[in-house]
């Protein structure tokens, strides 16, 4: 019943600042501008999937709420929302797998670029159910808008998206069993710990379980994390000098562990959210 992953939610202190640092690392504009309900809202719409920039507004508990998380937190990742063709079926089933999902509410959404409207059913699983990931699932009206390609090397499409876990097991089952993801892979190694791919529409979301070393703080096993992006590129050698020269911190290019890959790191103007390019092996955009 999930078709993909419709969006990831980052949280921001500074909307302007947020969205200027992704429109540098996109090399696209903004697709939609919302402000509203105690925040303001920048997405960018890429070829599989959506993020949207999310920062407080104003006064009241919507903006306090989001304020706290950011004092808590800092900026990052916050939440997940899966795309689905029928809310009202997901909903039974995430009732029934004691996912305990809120009421089914119906969100209108205009965009302050255009003046269009979007329409959407949502709901959200209860966060002490999903292992401290904020989980929402939607059913969209119709497609949002692309954003619009500002220069040569843009970033195409999201590749993966990584939660933490100290409970591999139990991640598993949400994952796979419960949500209904296809596991893709799930492969252990001493060095770097176990992972497991699960298959999301055109992306993957990664779960991932590292080892614990001498020193380390003990594992919370109970609670989840999202931990970072990657990114798809058409050609990384040309990313790199676009980014290189726009002055944000990056990596040189190296020999990703999936064979055919090459990937880099991004080190600054990502508000927050560890962040992976990849250049898909030759055959895959």
């Not at 969100?107 to 989980?135: C, M, P, Q, Y």
């Amino acid at each position: 019943m999930i078709t993909g992953l419709d969006h990831v939610v980052v949280l921001v202190s500074d909307i302007a600042a947020g969205e200027a640092a992704y429109r540098t690392l996109f090399a696209r504009q903004p697709s939609w501008r919302n402000s509203g309900d105690g925040a303001e809202r920048v997405l960018f719409t890429l070829d599989n999937m959506t993020l949207e920039l999310m920062a407080p507004s104003g006064e009241g508990a919507p903006a306090d709420r989001i304020r706290t998380v950011l004092t808590a937190q800092g900026e990052g990742l916050a939440s997940l929302c899966f795309r689905t063709g029928d809310i009202a079926k997901i909903h039974r089933r995430l009732d029934r797998l004691t996912l305990k999902p809120e009421p089914v509410s119906e969100v209108e959404s205009h965009d302050l670029i255009s003046g269009a409207t979007l329409l959407w059913k949502r709901t959200r699983a209860a966060t002490d159910a999903t292992r401290g990931v904020r989980l929402f699932f939607l059913e969209l009206s119709k497609e949002r808008p692309l954003s619009v390609r500002t220069a040569p090397a843009s970033i195409t499409a999201m590749d993966h998206v990584v939660v933490s876990t100290g409970d591999p097991e139990r991640a598993a089952a949400l994952y796979g069993a419960r949500l209904g993801l296809d596991m893709a892979l799930d492969r252990s190694h001493p060095d770097w710990g176990r992972l497991m791919f699960f298959r999301c529409g055109d992306l993957v979301v990664e779960v991932t379980h590292r080892p614990r070393k001498p020193g380390d703080k003990p594992t919370d096993t109970a609670q989840d994390r999202l931990r970072g992006i990657c990114w798809r590129v058409a050609d990384i050698d040309a990313t790199r000098a676009r980014l290189a020269a726009d002055g944000v911190d990056v990596s040189e290019v190296r020999t990703g562990r999936k064979p055919g890959t090459r990937v880099m790191t991004v080190r600054s103007g990502t508000c927050g959210v560890p962040t992976l390019l990849v250049q898909p092996s030759e055959g895959r955009e």
